[in-house]
Structures are given as C-alpha cells and as structure tokens.
C-alpha cells in the first residue's frame, strides 16, 4: 500500500495535470466520466457561498458570482390598438380581437395584462341583463374571462351606453416554442353583432406580454 501511494504523488510531482479514464489531461484533474459527490450540504444561506460552478459543452468546471445570476424580462408584445370587431349577438361565438404569436427559446414566466374596451352604441329597454365579456385565451385555452354586466330599465338608468373596459391579467409557465395569445370577445344577448364592439384604439387600451426568465 505504501508503495502505491508513493507512486502516485510521484505522477502527480512529475505531471501538473492528472487524468482519470485518459491518457492526455487537459486541466490539473481531467476526469473522462461521471462526477459522483455523495454528500452535499445546503449553503442558501451562507452569505460567503457566492460562487456557483457552472460547466461548457466540453465539460470545463468553473464558477461564475451568485449575484449575476438574475432574472430577466423581455417584453414580446404591447400593444394599444386593438382591431374593433362586432361582439353583440347571442354571445355563442366569441370573436377573435387580436391573435399574437409568440416564440421562445427556453422555458418562461409569461406575464399577460390586458384592458380592451367595450362600446355600446345603443340605448337599450328591454329589462334584460347584458353580459360584456373578453376572454384571454392561451394555446386554446380560455384562462381568464373577464366580464362587464348592464341592466337596463327605468330603475337602472335604460339610456346607458358608452365605453366600458374589461381588463385582466395572467401569468403562466411555458416551455421553449411557439405559443398563440388571443382575445376573443363576446356580448349577448344583443340584438346584432354590432351593438356591442369590442376593440378600437381608445385612451386605456392595451394587451401586452412579458417574458421572464433566469439569465444563464
């Protein structure tokens, strides 16, 4: 045993770089497999753990400051114009107001806000209950509907019209592709499809996207 030992600390004096598995080192411990470490302990805390190693495509071990790893947001879209589309109707097809496409490289936190406004062009006094709702629709998902409701009759005030806004927000994981935001808008029940617009270009109008990811 003394004798292996004695031999190996030679190696090491005699040659500054020492391989495991290869007979042609590049660094001072160059080891040609896996890298096993059986205990580890938890250092989140400890203000003086500020390095964390990182490693490149050829498997060189280094380290870079804890400080800049850090999250990044990347806005995809913002919009404040939206298409004017005509909502009203039975309310049983929502139309599309705006579809956007968006691409990532890596998986993300998504930040959706939206606030489309909703016009009203006519008085109405049939006593029934209208229902303005914008849905925020993700790869074919609906994930948040955001309503406005308008009572009329003599009680209520049944020459209300004007701009309404439905506004909301949304945030979600997704991975690394390509992914569709869209706003679909209905309102019923109305008469005609254009009694109730959804969209335009009104002070307040806005869809927008962010992207949020860790910057390494």
């Known amino acids: 045993m003394k004798k292996i030992i004695f031999l190996f600390f030679s190696c090491v004096c005699l040659n500054a770089q020492v391989g495991v598995n290869t007979a042609t080192p590049t660094r001072s411990l160059d080891v ?13 805390a400890n203000a003086s753990y500020d390095n964390v190693q990182i490693a490149d495509a050829n498997g060189n071990v280094d380290y870079i400051k804890k400080n800049v790893l850090n999250q ?11 298409s004017a589309v005509n909502t009203g109707g039975d309310g049983t097809v ?62 209520t005030g049944s020459n209300l019209t004007g701009i309404f806004y439905n506004t909301g927000s949304y945030i979600t994981l997704l991975g690394a592709g390509t992914h569709s935001i ?35």
């Open 182 to 216: 869209q706003l679909l808008g209905t309102c019923f029940d109305f008469t005609t499809a254009s009694q109730c617009v959804q969209g335009g270009n009104y002070a307040g109008t806005l869809f927008q996207a962010f992207a949020m990811y860790n910057d390494y």
């Open 94 to 155: 929502p139309v599309s107001i705006s579809n956007q496409s968006i691409t990532l490289t890596k998986p993300a936190f998504i930040i959706i806000n939206f606030s489309v406004p909703v016009t009203l062009s006519a008085a109405f006094s049939d006593q029934r209950l209208k229902m303005l709702r914008t849905h925020l629709n993700v790869n074919g998902t609906n994930v948040v509907r955001a309503s406005n409701t308008y009572t009329n009759g003599i009680a």
């Open 32 to 44: 040609n497999g896996n890298l096993r470490v059986r205990t580890q302990t938890n250092q989140s």
């Open 72 to 82: 990044q947001m990347v806005q995809l879209f913002s919009l404040t114009t939206l």
